[in-house]
């Protein structure tokens, strides 16, 4: 990974010799602060209070947090420190009630706990560790193959925030980006600003120029006047829930983007890890979208904007169905036009 | 217009007595506040720091500044107010550069000043007063035309604003939803908020809320979402300049929303006034689009959003093209699946 060290600088969450440090997103770009946390307690509520975001950088924090929770359980009772442990495990599991990153993470932190005798924490951090780095490896893995999709040089578009902030590091479609850049097959990025949310201005662009990729914003309703023009070879973005059909839901506006690369000839690539795939559901109209408070609409940055009376229709996320996705990209490979037959073929590889 | 009176509220350009009043759209919804004029380089000074917006509205603007030019060129000097009057003329010329609508209402009522002898203000007074009626008549054609053209009662989008506030009153596109809400064919209004600016958020729902019909705001790049839920039978649009070949310029984001009605089977209405024709372009591909500061992206509401070093692309209008368009409806008829002989043919009509 060479080439792309001067492009994947950024990390998230951190373990520092005996302490976990979060950045604090919520005051980004205008402040770079690293928060420090001693305790499963603060790390449950910093996770709730969205100091961190984003599934695979939450279910790392957890990990982590589950180090903090044994420390402070092994410390008081070494003979009963699994039991005393629990609480806090409970506590962490509640921070974000549908995160599935967070329950496999404390899931597997679990299993671990079970089989440990002595003291915990050595072996449970090298393990919260683990499923750090077990996930910037695959992002490292998805951005060579997102990239190896990309033969000729151009400006590619994303949406929302997908990078080393929302991941343990490295970044899902944003790794992707990283790596096409590095190799020097993408001349410009361009970025939605994502409302109602504006994790492009916010995170998106702070990360790409922090790592010295060009990004420009645009707004969303911007995308397809940008395609028109010509240049944008590819649209990369990421996934919240891919199904066993190969639909892709992500923030909304996703699919607004993915129904303008097609009709203006731009390929659209679905970048998230397996972790992501939810083989339960066979069709991606069956995926439930939470709507979320009118008022994000009706203010923005904490000031009222629309008439009082006015009201809003606010969806978290929007699906964007298999015939409209050039590329499934996950650490275990590409699956290109996606089908059923082909989806089920890529989750059994590997 | 009996129906649609409960609808129509809205007049964002009066003359009271001796006065010109405007809303202060700057500050709406928050405050509903007329401001008052007495003198033209009060209303120049106006239209450039936006206390008024929209076009059609600026031209009606212009027309009441030329009466209190007049008014006080002829009081200082009444054998020789004509020539007293050209650097009043000329500011208010050099109020908005790019707005066809001032220019025409200026020259509009430079000819009737020629003729004029005596005390001006009475005929002027009545002069202006005709520009914004026959406005307000124009809008009301479309808004018939445009109601006749649905049938089945759903859903309506619009994008920007386009009613009462932008005009001499009532509105273009939202004139249209006015008038076929009134008629029983609208169930719901969606309305983009329209970044950068807001206009869907400041103005449209504001107007909407005023004029008791039921309207809700989503993200912009929602509107794709919505449109795949079903319900929302056409989206309804304004525009700033519409080409010979059919081809329509508008506020950034609308051409998005035309590429996503055609995918999903919601038809797409253009409504403008045949003073926004310009028979000079015979391709929508050869229209100027102005970029605008970059920073109208890079802060939201005055507060700075994106990283420093973000760059950002910030078009003001994209172009929708002909074979996107269902309906354009002008106040001369209707235009639909437009051409360029069927464009000719409907300036021609009247």
Redesign the interface.
């Known amino acids: 990974m060479n080439s792309t060290r001067a492009h994947d600088t950024i990390r998230a969450v951190r373990w520092n010799s005996d302490r976990l440090e979060l950045i604090d997103q919520r005051i980004?770009?205008?402040t770079e602060e690293y928060l420090a946390y001693q305790s499963a307690d603060e790390v449950a509520r910093a996770i709730k209070d969205m100091v961190v975001r984003g599934a695979p950088a939450i279910g790392v924090t957890a990990a982590f947090g589950v180090v903090l929770a044994a420390r402070a359980a092994y410390a008081r009772a070494p003979a009963n420190w699994k039991a005393l442990l629990q609480p806090d495990m409970q506590a962490l599991a509640a921070s974000r009630p549908t995160a599935v990153n967070l329950f496999w993470a404390l899931e597997r932190m679990q299993r671990y706990i079970e089989a440990i005798e002595g003291d915990p924490v050595p072996a449970l951090l090298a393990e919260a560790q683990r499923i750090q780095d077990e996930d910037i490896a695959a992002n490292y893995a998805m951005g060579e193959l997102g990239a190896s999709l990309m033969d000729a040089p151009g400006a590619v578009i994303t949406?929302c925030n997908t990078g080393s902030l929302a991941t343990g590091g490295y970044g899902t479609a944003l790794g992707v980006i990283r790596s096409a850049y590095a190799q020097g097959k993408v001349s410009q990025v361009?970025a939605?600003?994502?409302?109602?949310w504006?994790q492009g201005?916010?995170l998106t662009?702070?990360e790409?120029?922090?790592d010295n990729i060009?990004?420009?914003?645009?707004?969303?309703?911007?995308?397809?006047?940008?395609m028109?023009q010509g240049g944008v070879t590819w649209a990369v973005v990421g996934s919240d829930r891919i199904t066993a059909d190969g639909s892709a839901a992500n923030k909304?506006?996703?699919?607004?983007?993915a129904?303008?690369a097609?009709?203006h000839g731009v390929k659209f690539m679905v970048v998230a890890p397996t972790s992501t795939v939810d083989m339960s559901i066979d069709d991606g109209r069956k995926i439930p979208?939470e709507e979320r408070d009118?008022e994000e609409?009706?203010s923005?940055?904490g000031?009222?904007?629309?008439?009082?009376?006015?009201?809003?229709?606010?969806?978290v996320f929007?699906?964007t169905p298999p015939e409209l996705i050039d590329a499934i990209v996950t650490e275990r490979g590409i699956v290109r036009n996606p089908t059923p037959e082909k989806m089920l073929a890529m989750m059994k590889n590997g």
Not at 192 to 196: C, G, K, L, S, V
Not at 304 to 313: C, D, E, F, L, Y
């Open positions: 980004l770009p205008a949406h361009y939605d600003e994502t409302r109602p504006l201005s916010r662009a702070w790409l120029v922090r060009p990004v420009k914003l645009l707004a969303d309703g911007a995308a397809a006047h940008l028109k909304i506006g996703t699919y607004s983007l129904v303008n097609k009709y979208i009118p609409l009706l923005v940055q000031k009222r904007i629309a008439a009082q009376g006015a009201g809003a229709w606010n969806p929007d699906v």
